[in-house]
């Protein structure tokens, strides 16, 4: 099967988890962008390099998960590497530990980390809506 990477689709994913809205893209990449262009932007299959570096700098991905990314194949990945046999397999060699309160701490560590990200972004948005209202 010969399955092309759908960039636009990529960057929707990207900013979904990061939890930007297309209003706050716009405004990161410049005057002449709004949520609509985002929302056409991401249904487009192929974007130019120029402005997949745009995209890339303001989120902080790499340009190459927006090329390279296929969930399709990272599903395949996933269900080849931890396919029911490959469980069975690992309960049966007792390889796979479970530390419950080592997992309630990576949470919590992720939580916090997570807010420390929203305060900022809370932040910069404060900062760009203050030069924006001081023009």
Do not use: C
């Not at 297309?22 to 932007?41: P, T, V």
């Not at 303001?58 to 396919?83: C, R, S, Y």
Request: glycine share 4%; net charge negative; proline share 1%.
């Amino acid at each position: 099967m010969d399955y092309k990477i759908h960039q636009g689709r990529n960057v929707k994913r990207f900013r979904e988890m990061l939890g930007i809205k297309q209003e706050a893209l716009a405004l990161d990449l410049g005057e002449d962008w709004n949520q609509k262009k985002i929302s056409l932007l991401e249904q487009k299959e192929t974007i130019e390099n120029q402005l997949l570096e745009k995209i890339s700098e303001v989120l902080k991905i790499p340009v190459e998960a927006f090329q390279n990314f296929d969930e399709e194949q990272a599903v395949n990945v996933i269900a080849n590497t931890f396919g029911e046999h490959a469980f069975s397999n690992s309960f049966n060699y007792g390889t796979i530990n479970f530390h419950p309160i080592e997992k309630l701490i990576s949470l919590h560590e992720e939580k916090i980390a997570l807010y420390e990200r929203m305060l900022k972004e809370k932040d910069e948005m404060m900062s760009r809506l203050e030069k924006l209202l001081g023009k």
